[in-house]
């Protein structure tokens, strides 16, 4: 549904893609609240469909401010995302684990130092 965008090297670059046609083609096979996604009122599909691109974004965003290319088993940055997990509201399926929510922090923190001293 998303990826990130390599350069010459094969490191990770801040360019980040979602696929709309992947997350609906996913969301085509969910229920929520035991109606067939397609079946939905478009306001309705339209917030999941909103919802399920920041996820797949924080996804991907997680994967170049980590430098992470491989998957753990649980958490924000597990490889793939059960579709139900994808309409819920509850974030738990989609936290960093501590460490990785400590290495985003100093990355973010580091960006944010250089975003400063290039003024």
């Not at 917030?47 to 920041?54: C, E, H």
């Not at 088993?73 to 990785?100: N, Y």
């Amino acid at each position: 549904m998303g990826w990130v965008a390599r350069d010459e090297d094969g490191r990770l670059t801040p360019a980040i893609f979602i696929s709309l046609a992947g997350i609906t083609n996913v969301l085509s096979r969910v229920y929520f609240a035991g109606t067939k996604f397609r079946d939905l009122p478009t306001q309705v599909s339209d917030r999941i469909v909103a919802q399920t691109a920041g996820r797949v974004a924080a996804h991907e965003l997680g994967h170049y401010l980590l430098q992470l290319t491989g998957h753990p088993r649980k958490g924000l940055m597990r490889r793939q995302f059960l579709p139900r997990d994808l309409v819920d509201s509850s974030p738990g399926p989609f936290l960093l684990t501590a460490s990785e929510s400590v290495l985003l922090r100093r990355e973010v923190m580091t960006l944010a130092r250089a975003q400063v001293s290039t003024r």
